[in-house]
């Protein structure tokens, strides 16, 4: 077997440039994470990475998309952990496995949680072209699609309904996790995971009967 040399070069270049793009992914979340996404700037996040903003204007063309990327990855491993917990859940506790997990993960990584949020100022959200949002939106439907399975397989819901029923539970997990984000559980006396507890139960208990008996 004879050597390639372009091709082995060519394999070189672009696993250095997966590398400094996955890694100027993670200088943004530091930065993020830090200074807030508003008062983030392509020439801080450049710095952080050790890099030029020229440099980092060669992967991403604005913040918006390099913190749409950030998002990307948020979203894919929560999507992930959701998958995990409720596959590895015993019969009929596959559900309440799937929204303890997405709790977990933003109680876990409270700069995801603000990730979430960035884009909506009073009720438009803004700053991201259609491509951007439909590649995001394709991610939120995979976390849809993740905890309407546990709901499917604990037969809380039947697949016409499973959607709807995997938005509103995940709507209330995301109220649990704000009010325990801004301290607000806390200043009122309760505990986050009590709190999430005795939610998950209010969703899925009284839900149990009336569509096991329609996917009977």
Request: proline content about 3%.
């Amino acid at each position: 077997m004879t050597d390639d040399p372009a091709g082995a070069a060519e394999r070189r270049r672009s696993a250095e440039q997966a590398f400094k793009r996955e890694w100027l992914v993670e200088s943004a979340r530091a930065v993020f994470a830090r200074e807030g996404i508003a008062r983030s700037s392509m020439r801080e996040i450049a710095k952080n990475a050790g890099y030029t903003v020229g440099v980092l204007y060669n992967y991403f063309r604005s913040k918006e998309e390099l913190y749409a990327e950030v998002l990307r990855g948020s979203l894919a491993t929560v999507a992930d952990r959701i998958a995990t917990a409720t596959d590895g859940a015993p019969d009929g506790q596959r559900a309440a496995a799937g929204l303890r997990a997405m709790y977990g993960f933003y109680r876990e990584r409270p700069g995801d949680f603000d990730l979430s949020f960035y884009l909506f100022q009073g009720a438009r959200p803004v700053g991201l072209d259609a491509e951007l949002d439909a590649r995001l939106n394709a991610l939120v439907e995979r976390v849809m699609d993740e905890l309407a399975a546990g709901l499917e397989a604990d037969r809380l819901a039947v697949p016409g309904t499973a959607r709807s029923h995997a938005v509103r539970a995940s709507s209330a997990v995301f109220g649990v996790i704000l009010m325990a984000h801004t301290g607000r559980l806390g200043s009122l006396g309760e505990e986050p995971d009590t709190v999430l507890d005795a939610m998950v139960d209010d969703l899925l208990g009284p839900r149990a009967g009336g569509d096991e008996e329609t996917a009977r």
